[in-house]
């Protein structure tokens, strides 16, 4: 192995290790990394002799000493991970930004699918905001990832429930890239209902966290996420935010970072359109309420928006005919069980179970005790007449 190797695993393998001792904010270990690079950092942590500014980080030498940087990578790689750093071709060009503003990038990045991180954060936008969010604003950031990903725009967030999780789905409802920036590790299904989100989101796109295998989602780590998500994208659309949320703080590094802030209007009497109220009357957002909007928004001066097609998929209509007519078998509000589903649409219910199963993991169906029914995605998407299927379910 020649010296130039060498030297590349030793930095990949202490920005594995720093990831899983240190948390993004915290300022001594950034201190000894900027003293003694990453590789020197990592040793001296290891060795528990490195000099720790005002003996902060004396409470990380107990983290140190268990982190095994080797077997992360070698477990993360067996679940089809990797490990993306600064140097590598992937590493998103915005997050350069953040060490400028002194909001630190990352050590490195463990990402999840076969998406290219750094292309599809270049025509990114982030979707975000509340995570108790009204039946106004799921529709809203549906639509609106619809037409993005139409327009060839890859849909960023950060994988919560409620706005989130309605800007995902409406990417991977179209067949489109999505980007899921966790505050937990690339490998934990949180919050645990999105599990099957997570997994289209890998098929098509990039689930990415700067926190190692296995890290647990704590309150912290949201904050400090935020920051790669306004960083990753051209520019931020908060589509409902409380007067304090995550959304706000997203919108607020987004700023800082010179990169356009937008917002959609809601309800007046709405404590959930608050925030998006606040940041157009005082933070000089740019008001938004279709998907030209967002693309006048963040193209280049003088460059040509696309628009999304005239023609917008409506729900199903790409699924395979048995898929369809499993889709069209499920009640609406009263759950029905598998062997009454599969009776209606004319399938074995062994099989019927398995298109079931694909269905929830798109978004369309959910299930309970009672058994499968329509997801309120599906029927709101549906009374709008907006939405589409992915062709290929997985």
């Known amino acids: 192995m020649s010296d130039q190797t060498q030297g590349v695993r ?39 002799d490195g000099r720790y500014p005002g003996g902060r980080l004396s409470g990380l030498l107990p983290r140190a000493r268990e982190a095994d940087p080797e077997s992360d990578l070698a477990r993360f790689d067996r679940l089809g991970g990797r490990l993306v750093c600064p140097a590598d071709p992937e590493w998103p060009v915005g997050l350069a930004d953040l060490d400028h503003l002194d909001q ?87 919050p645990r209902g999105h599990a099957g989100l997570l997994d289209q989101a890998r098929n098509y796109g990039v689930v990415v966290s700067e926190a190692p295998p296995g890290a647990p989602a704590m309150r912290h780590r949201f904050l400090v996420r935020n920051r790669l998500i306004a960083a990753m994208a051209m520019g931020t659309v908060v589509v409902e935010a409380a007067l304090r949320s995550g959304a706000l703080n997203t919108a607020g590094h987004a700023d800082r970072l010179s990169k356009p802030v937008m917002a959609v209007p809601g309800p007046v009497t709405s404590a959930l359109s608050r925030g998006c109220h606040v940041l157009l009357r005082e933070r000089n957002a740019v008001l938004v309420t279709s998907v030209e909007h967002i693309l006048e928004t963040v193209r280049p001066l003088g460059s040509v928006v696309p628009a999304p097609s005239r023609a917008v998929p409506r ?46 993991g798109l978004g369309l169906v959910v299930r309970d005790d009672a058994g499968w029914r329509l997801s309120s995605a599906y029927r709101l998407c549906s009374a709008s007449g907006q939405g589409a299927t992915r062709p290929r379910p997985s």
């Open 10 to 48: 030793a930095e990949r393998l202490a920005r594995a290790a720093l990831s899983r001792v240190g948390e993004p904010d915290d300022a001594a270990l950034r201190l000894l990394v900027a003293e003694e690079g990453v590789v020197g950092a990592w040793a001296s942590l290891r060795r528990g």
């Open 104 to 190: 630190p990038a990352p050590f490195a990045l463990w990402a999840r699918g076969g998406g290219d991180l750094s292309a599809l954060a270049a025509r990114g936008v982030a979707v975000v905001g509340a995570r108790a969010a009204t039946a106004y604003g799921t529709r809203v950031a549906g639509d609106l990832a619809v037409g993005l990903a139409d327009a060839g725009v890859c849909v960023v967030s950060g994988g919560a429930y409620g706005i989130d999780g309605a800007a995902h789905r409406g990417a991977l409802l179209m067949a489109k890239p999505t980007v899921v920036v966790l505050a937990c590790g690339a490998d934990v299904a949180y």
């Open 315 to 360: 729900l199903g209509d790409g699924l395979p005919p048995e898929l369809r007519r499993l889709l069209d078998a499920v009640p609406v509000e009263t759950p029905l069980a598998t062997v009454r589903i599969a009776v209606a649409a004319g399938i074995e219910p062994r099989r019927a179970t398995g298109g079931l199963a694909q269905l929830v």
